[in-house]
Each structure stands twice: as structure tokens, then as C-alpha cells.
């Protein structure tokens, strides 16, 4: 089922000397499958064939690439339970969340898919000649969005579908024309070889250039290094750790030709208790938090980390009430002994920090690898002065922080640093009562969410999913959603260029029946 | 008119300890205002009113931001020959020259007022809720573009209007809401602190908020540096050298909060001769370029600098003709004695080198700062194998590469450093005949131009100015059209938010009536 070795293009090779094995953290054991780290010539080889594979792949059509993306989708079905039970070996996530996830993954492929076969996602922006406009007569211009060239895509330890192999940044890459080098998450090496596989086989069935795809397997930071600072590499696609993506990032900025990288880091997920929601419905929000902080053993860049309040005795209740429904919970399985022991590691550091108080911390034992939840609270002063407490404690862990005031709890909002997700609890009409609070909140994340959990990502076109640094390196693009497609892509315009041979985009007959800015009127007419 | 101090928004100031002076090079003369360079404590002051101003112009409507840049169009006509005639005595350039320029920036004023009057360029996309969606419920989620904060601008010296104070990087930094900062450029000092007196008192006549627009003066790389590490600073907009432009961008990638800088930097402008063309045509298009390649002593950003064509008696021909006619054209004057200073410099260190052949020279006694144009030969081989001549010779001079064959013409074209244009003056049936050697062509710049000129940049929506890097240091925006705003704005997700509460622009009525994006549709309707 798997081999182990790196897929260069159609290619399989495996000639470096590092191996390493992926970890069953339910079962406690090393998995059998033993792969072989990429070698710096295979990272050579899977770049420069890339790169001549996006001289013929940034020239398929939007019909063409539909095609591949919806045969991936189709290849990942057809390996039925046998890719499920791989990905439930090297996580140990239930079906359940494994078939989901894998869903969410077809239809991130469909979605851009879509797109594709519509057409208009290039913004075809035309300007027609005026030749007798004076004093310079005015030239025929005509843009669109092409592709930038090779990606390299980070998979991510949390979601071996739906944001590694074949998830939304090799979907949205491949969609824009630009070749995919994915590098291989090593908790999930068999999970990634599965799906390569079936990228690939899409693309041989559809036609696609040899080397539109590569998998490399890593066990360390090498071989992302070698891929970022690749002079055929032109952009870089990542979901960590924030010191993972800064370090990505940075060297990037420091290459000869600097190169975008679109990594979505970490989040903290603030969430504001307003003063009536919590007297009026405390116990119900308590219960449900419950539930989302410990969801996925709190696995998600969306959980909620961090709730603020302002001091009353319906947060005390809340507390009280959060902390007595977190731990009736069960337990659950991390993703990897070195998850799970980050979680420990970062929990007690949190828990250490003076004036912190525990109010919940599962005591009861528990199978190896599985997570304890916790809940702290804090004065909102005490968070102010140390930003040790501002760090995410990746997994089931929830921070309240206690403010004195409104004042106070405007202030802790301000000085947080950049996040995915903000969410209000609250009445309709507080939202209007607390408009600096809310105004302080919106500038420090990428998506707000009023009473609801910030959990759960939906696929969709008015989702942004990045933010303000460090929730992201570029607030300016979403790793989430078909506006994905335009971190790979950049504007190309024709200047006086002949009708028949612009691209079918861009000529007067519009045979693809795009929407067009034409002299400034959206338009799907003819010239 | 002039009084040399720093705007610090509406209250002038000038409290620093460095002065100096501009110069204008038609006279050789230095002029007589003394300008202030802004002090440390001057720009933490601008820099924190622009973050204050922020939080009130970044919810101004579209149609008061289009007031604001009306009027700002009407303050810098309402200076009339005054702001000319400064214009004149800080460049050396002539009247015509400085009318148009003011007349392009107007325009740029001007678009961006009707791009916020229609207002559909915030992106508005919109996803209803389905809340009976098995296995769970699909919430409401609505994005559109929102401001990053406030943009430092930095003026460039060869446009001090259209450009630098109120030229395209302030007008669409602007329109996006971003309050901003202009490091004025130390050549033109006068002609920018009279733009800034027309923008603040734009500002207070449309009721902008104090700090949407500072202007502090420079003469060194200080004040820059502090601006671009400036935490309340969130973009950052140059035009200027590679140099220059690097310097920033490593600078704001270094930073504890990176920011993105949208640098346009150097660009030697390829122009392909195709053989039958110039065997058809060689002698007008060498008249032509003549013209081109000394329009404005050749100082702007898309000078022809570089010309590429396969050896034949034609090409032969056209370099006669090419060395004959430019150099019976007068020179003029260049815009500083620095400017010409490097000028001269960087033509001679290309002369220099070995293999190359100086075909003309103006050798004429000409006035004190006056450009003598040249025009220099190379081989391929000897261009391929030396960078240095590769680098950008800022003014009236351009280089022929003939190459052996169309091969070797391919090979040189895949070796350039990525250009705001490229060129290519053929026949059009040749278009089909060198697709590879086009294709090469398309992936090093940013517009491609079919038998024209590289340089005047039109001001359409269609018109991409930038292009790879070093022409850009983000290759995925645009410095010239309504699409430059997108490089100071982010999406912003709201999700399951009270429909009156949400900006105008998102709400179910659509009172703005724009086009928005609705369950994957554009439309105009109400929800």
C-alpha cells in the first residue's frame, strides 16, 4: 500500500540516507512503513521538473485543470477504507472525523474545481484602444491573473487531508496553474503517500505534465529549507507552528528573490463574554464551550484559548459551570507523542506563571497519549503584564481572563496580538453598547463571529481564514475558501497584442463567456 | 508658499536638528528654502496620529473618501503656476512636462474617487445561512475588503507629482482608508510640502480626521528607517532603486510584525527585435527609439534599456540608424546633480566593460547637468556571462545584445532579471513563429507590449506596473490603476452577524447597490 519513497513526478526514488517511521498514538506503537527522507538531489530533481512542468502546465485551460482536480477527488474516494484506516494509524482520530475531514477535502477539490470551470476567477480587466485620444493616443490593454510558478506546500500534523497533500493549498495552487512540491508531514508520511499517489495517477489520467506534482517525505526542517530557498521555487503554502512558519518566512525575505509565503500560524481565538449574554444565558455558553474547547482534543488553529470577561458573579457561575462541564468529558487521543507532550510542556509553563488560578484539570488517569483538559483564569492586569500567557496552548486548554472593567477588557483586546478567529458572546443590542470594544476586537483578527464557536471553518467563498501577524505572514489573502487562488497567482497585462492570439480570456469574442471589467462595466458581452 | 517644516497632520513643525536645501539643476543652482528633516520625536507624533486617525477613516463611506480625493485634485489645481513653477525650479523639467504630470495625477485622484463612488471594489461576498444543513449547520458569513492602517508613502525622484506626495501610492492608499504617511523626497522638498498643504487642507474641508496625511522631510535614509520600523505602521508603498527598495523590504520583513512593502524598483525594459520586423521596418522603429529611449533624459522606471535582436544585416542597420538619430537629438537636463552623477558613473562601468562596443556617444560641449545619451553594443554570449551588464544605467542610454541565433536570443531573454516590461516589435505571424522565446518573455515582466513603446504607463484598470522581482517586490500587485488599493486592504469575515449592524456594503438590502458575490453569484439584488 505504501513504500515509503518520495514521488518525483511519476517518478519513485528514495536514495537519501535518513528514514524514519510515522507513530500509532493510540495503540503506543511505531508503524511498520519505514520512509526514506529526500535527498538534496531528489529535492533538486522535484524542483527543476517543476519547473518545466509549469511551462505546459500554466497553459491548461480551466476545463483542464477541473478535470485533474476533480480526478484527485475521485482517486482519494476510490482508495476507500484503506486511506481511512492509514490516516486513523498515523493520528489516532476517530472515523468519523477521518471521513469528514476527507469530505471536507473532496469538496475544497470541487470548490475550485467550480470555480475553474466558470472562468471568471482570472479578472479579465480590458481597456480598448482610443488611437485618436489626444495628446497620446491610448494603446489596447488588456489583464488577467496568471500563475507565479512551483509551490511548495507545508502539510500540516492536524489535518492529513484537508490542509496537507491534496488540501486546500495544493488545491488552490494547482487551480491557479502552478506545480505543487509537497513536503510531506512526517507524523502522517503515509496518509501524504496515499494521497500523492492518487494526485498523480489524476494527473497521468488527465493528461497533466509530468512533475505538475512531487511528494517528498522529511523527518526534520532540511528538506523544507532546501525546498524554500530553490531558486525554481517561487511561493511557499504553510499551516504550524508560528515559530515554523516565521522561519519559513524568514528565509524567504533573505533569498535573492524574495518569494511569498502564505503561512497560517498560530491563534489563540479570543472570545468576549458580554456582560448580559453571560447573566442571561451563562450556563448554556459554558456547556457549549465545554464542547469546543475540548472538540478534536482542542487540535484546531480555531480553538478558543482564550475567553475575557468582565468581573461579576455570572462569570464566577460561568467558570464555575465551564470548569465542573470540561471535565465530565472524556479524554481523548493526541495526535503524536510530541503533541501531546508540547500540550504537557506548555500547559505547566502556563500554569506556573504567578497569579494564575486552576479552576478545572482532568485528574482522573488516562490511556497514554490521551490529553487532559484544563481550565485558568487570570485578572485581566496580570495577563496585561505578561505575555507568557498570550502563547496558544495547543490542545484542550482555555484561559479566562477576568477584567476588572469594560476599560480593562478593551485594553486586553488591543495588546493582543494578531488572530484567526474573534468571538463575541453577547446580546444584539450590547454590540451596540460596547463599539470601541468591538472595533478593538475586529482590528486584531481575521474573522468575527457572534454567538457561535470559532471552531469549525466552513468552505466557503466569504470565509477568510488568515489574519493579522502572527495569525498569518500577509492578512491580505485567505488560506480558506476560492479566494485561496490568489496567493499563487499575479496580474499580467497585454499591451496593443493581436485578438487571435490573446489568451481566450482576454479576446474580443469572450468564447468563455467570463465576467470582464471592460473600460470599467463588468460585462460577459462581446467588443 | 514653502516654509521647510514637517506636517505632523494639520500643525506644522520642525523641531530637528538637520537641514537642507533642493537644487535646481537648469540653473546649477541650489533654491533657497531650508527643510527641516523630521526628528525622531516628530515621526513616533505622526506616526501615532495616524494610527488615532485610523480608527475614524477607516470607517469613512466611499463617498467620503471620494470627497476627500475631489478635493485634494481641487486644492492642487486651485496652487496653479505657483506649484508649476516649483515643480520647474526642483527637476530642471519643462513646463509641458510638469502640466502633464499634474494632469496624470489628477486623474489617478480622480479614478480612485469613481472607484469609491461605485463601490463595488470592496469585494463584498456573501454566503447565506442554511441551518437545517446535515451533519451541521451552515452559518452566515460575509467578507469584504477593510483597510491595513496607516501606510507610509516615500516619494519618488523622478515624478514628484504622479509618483511621490498625492501620486498613486497616497491616492490608493487612501481611497482603502489607510491614513498616510509621506517621507518626502529630499529632491523635491518645496514642491512636496506645497502637495501636502493642498491634501491637509483637503482633509479639513471634508472633514477628515487629524493624521490622515503627515509629510515629513528628509534628506538621508534615517527618517525612513524609523518610519518602516514603526510599530502603528502597517504598509509600505516606494518607488525608486533596487537598492533602496531592498533595503526597506528587509527592514519591514525583520520586523518583530512583518509588513508588507510594495516596492517598484529597477527595470531595464527588454525589447525584442524579431528579424523580419526590422527587416521590414528597421529604420522608423530606430527613429522611434531614439525618441523613447531619451524621452525625459530617459528617467523613468520603463526607459527602453535594452534591446535584444539575432545578428543580420538588418539588425546591423538598425544599430546605425539607432546611433545616428539619438544622438542628433538635444540633450536635457537630468533632475539632480546626483542623478546625473550616477548616470554618468554607471554608463561609464558599462563602457568598461569587456566585449562591449560604445556605437554613440554625444560628444558635444552640453550645458552643466544636461545627459549625453549613448547607445552600446554587446554580444549574447558575453551579456549571458556578465551580470554587471545586466544592471539598470538610470538615464538616456541603452544597450543592443545581438545574439547569434534565436536560441541564444531565448537563452538571454530566460536570464533577465524580472522587468516591468517587456517589448516586442514584430510582424504578427512572427508571434507564432518564436513561441518559446514570447513565452520566456511573458515570465519575466509584468506587461508585455506588441509593437509600442515601454514607456508611458497608462492609468487604467487593466495596466499592471510591476512585474517580477527586482521590478516589484511582490509581483502579485500593481503600483498604476484601481487595482493598486489592493495592496493596503485585507478581507474581513464577519460570521453570523446582525444584519444591521454590518457595514453597508455587507448588509441584505444592499442600499450601496454594488455588485456583490451572493452563494457564489454576482448580483446587484437585495438578499
Known amino acids: 500500500m505504501t513504500t515509503g519513497e518520495n514521488h518525483i513526478g511519476i517518478k519513485r526514488s528514495a536514495k537519501g540516507g535518513k528514514t524514519y517511521t510515522t507513530f500509532n498514538p493510540k495503540l503506543n506503537i511505531e508503524n511498520e512503513q519505514i520512509f526514506t527522507e529526500a535527498s538534496s538531489e531528489e529535492i533538486n530533481q522535484a524542483a527543476e521538473l517543476a519547473a518545466e512542468a509549469f511551462k505546459s502546465f500554466s497553459k491548461k485551460s480551466g476545463l483542464e485543470k477541473a478535470n485533474f482536480l476533480r480526478a484527485i477527488a475521485d ?23 477521518a471521513k469528514g475531514e476527507r469530505g471536507r ?10 470555480m475553474l470551470e466558470e472562468g471568471s476567477w482570472v479578472a479579465a480587466t480590458i481597456d480598448t484602444a482610443d488611437l485618436d485620444r489626444k495628446p497620446i493616443p491610448k494603446q489596447d490593454i488588456r489583464k488577467m491573473l496568471v500563475p507565479l510558478g512551483p509551490v511548495v506546500v507545508f502539510g500540516a500534523s492536524n489535518f492529513p487531508f484537508a490542509y ?6 495544493t488545491a488552490s495552487a494547482l487551480a491557479a496553474g502552478c506545480p505543487v512540491i509537497c513536503k510531506s508531514h512526517p507524523m502522517h508520511a503515509g496518509t501524504g ?13 488527465t493528461n497533466m505534465p509530468n512533475g505538475v506534482f512531487s511528494n517528498l517525505n522529511s523527518s526534520g526542517i532540511e528538506v523544507g529549507i532546501e525546498l524554500v530557498t530553490h531558486p525554481d521555487v517561487k511561493a511557499v503554502g504553510f499551516t504550524g507552528s508560528i515559530q515554523g512558519g516565521r522561519a519559513l518566512y524568514n528565509i524567504a525575505a533573505q533569498r535573492d528573490e524574495p518569494i511569498p509565503v502564505f503561512a497560517e500560524m498560530g491563534s489563540v481565538n479570543p472570545v468576549v463574554l458580554l456582560p448580559k449574554a453571560i447573566q442571561n444565558r451563562g450556563e448554556a455558553l459554558a456547556k457549549t464551550y465545554a464542547g469546543s474547547i475540548t472538540l478534536g482534543s482542542g487540535q484546531f488553529c480555531t480553538n478558543p484559548g482564550l475567553i475575557l470577561g468582565i468581573k461579576s458573579d455570572s462569570l464566577t457561575d460561568f467558570i464555575s459551570t465551564l470548569s465542573e462541564e470540561i471535565v465530565k468529558l472524556e479524554p481523548s487521543c493526541m495526535l503524536h507523542p510530541n503533541i501531546i507532550g508540547n500540550y504537557e510542556k506548555n500547559k505547566q509553563i502556563a500554569i506556573q506563571q504567578e497569579g494564575l488560578t486552576v479552576n478545572a484539570d482532568f485528574q482522573d488517569s488516562v490511556a497514554v497519549n490521551y490529553a487532559r483538559q484544563a481550565i485558568v483564569t487570570v485578572n485581566g492586569l496580570t495577563f496585561l503584564n505578561n505575555t507568557t500567557l498570550h502563547q496558544e496552548v495547543f490542545g484542550p486548554f482555555s484561559m479566562l481572563v477576568v477584567c476588572k472593567d469594560a476599560n480593562e477588557l478593551k485594553l486586553v483586546i488591543s495588546h493582543l496580538e494578531g488572530q484567526l478567529t474573534g468571538t463575541i458572546l453577547g446580546e444584539e443590542k450590547e454590540l451596540q453598547e460596547f463599539p470601541e470594544l468591538i472595533a478593538a476586537l ?26 493579522p501577524y502572527p495569525a498569518s505572514t500577509d492578512s491580505r489573502f485567505t488560506a480558506v475558501g476560492v479566494h485561496a487562488v490568489n496567493r499563487w497567482v499575479r496580474p499580467f497585462s497585454f499591451q496593443s497584442w493581436p485578438n487571435k492570439l490573446l489568451p481566450k480570456e482576454l479576446t474580443d469574442e469572450n468564447p468563455l463567456g467570463i465576467i470582464r471589467l471592460v473600460n470599467g462595466k463588468n460585462s460577459k458581452d462581446k467588443i
Chains 1, 2 share one sequence.
Do not use: W
Not at 503517500?193 to 489520467?205: G, N, P, Y
Open 164 to 169: 496537507s497533500t491534496a488540501g486546500g493549498d
Open 193 to 205: 503517500e496515499m494521497v500523492s499517489d492518487a494526485i498523480i495517477r489524476a494527473a497521468q489520467k
Open 105 to 114: 477535502t473532496i469538496g475544497q477539490l470541487s470548490s475550485f474545481a467550480t
Open 442 to 467: 475586529q482590528s486584531r483578527v481575521g474573522r468575527i463571529i457572534f454567538n457561535g464557536v470559532p471552531t469549525g471553518v466552513e468552505v466557503c467563498p466569504a470565509m477568510l481564514h488568515g489574519g
Open 75 to 97: 482517486e482519494i474516494i476510490a482508495m476507500g477504507d484503506d486511506l481511512i484506516a492509514m490516516y486513523q494509524s498515523e493520528t489516532g482520530l476517530p472515523e468519523g472525523r
